[in-house]
């Protein structure tokens, strides 16, 4: 979240409304009015079955105060989500990117060195064991080289393919191994989808 939305205080559409405040001020309205009607006094006991309909009744009315206090906060940066999320930005022109495959650097490392070249089709998949990445383009382990380092994406679009530590991508469905993710300046780890 941005730090100028983490530190502004939280708002309230509804107060300090709970259930259990609903609930008792139904009940007392219950009484008072009973009393005004009838000229007796009444308590309502927690098994009363006026007390009964009245807390069923006070679910609904808080689940209704629920909704007023979402419906206010849909409008606020700091709570929006979803689809209230691209309505507040289209009312500032901003539109939402859409959802990218992370990218990865994945280093391709032979069990030994090989007198010929070896392919890495387009379509070659990786995994962490759980999410796949593939290669997007044909590359190859030259003739007496033992590794090359291909550009590979992530299979799901959006965050599943992110943060991934380096040397976590070490399966491959078709090659004999790998060994690590390098980013495009040579350091280790991956590229980021969004």
């Not at 939280?10 to 005004?36: A, H, P, Q, R, W």
């Not at 849909?74 to 689809?83: A, E, F, P, S, V």
Request: hydrophobic share 30%; with cysteine; aromatic share 8%.
């Amino acid at each position: 979240m941005i730090k100028e939305l983490e530190i502004l205080p939280d708002v309230s559409f509804i107060g300090n409304t709970t259930l259990e405040s609903i609930e008792s001020e139904m009940k007392s309205d219950y009484e008072k009015k009973y009393n005004e009607v009838t000229g007796e006094s009444l308590v309502l006991a927690r098994s009363d079955p006026a007390t009964l309909i009245l807390y069923a009744c006070a679910v609904q009315f808080f689940q209704g105060f629920k909704y007023i206090d979402k419906a206010g906060k849909m409008d606020l940066l700091k709570y929006t989500q979803g689809d209230y999320l691209d309505h507040v930005a289209a009312m500032r022109g901003i539109a939402r990117e859409p959802a990218k495959p992370a990218r990865a650097m994945v280093r391709f490392t032979l069990s030994g060195i090989r007198p010929e070249t070896v392919e890495i089709p387009q379509g070659t998949q990786v995994t962490d064991g759980e999410i796949y990445f593939e290669t997007e383009k044909y590359a190859e382990i030259k003739a007496g080289e033992e590794k090359a380092d291909v550009e590979c994406v992530c299979l799901v679009s959006g965050v599943d393919g992110n943060d991934l530590q380096p040397g976590e991508i070490d399966k491959s469905d078709s090659l004999c191994c790998q060994r690590g993710q390098y980013r495009e300046d040579g350091r280790r780890g991956g590229y980021r989808g969004r």
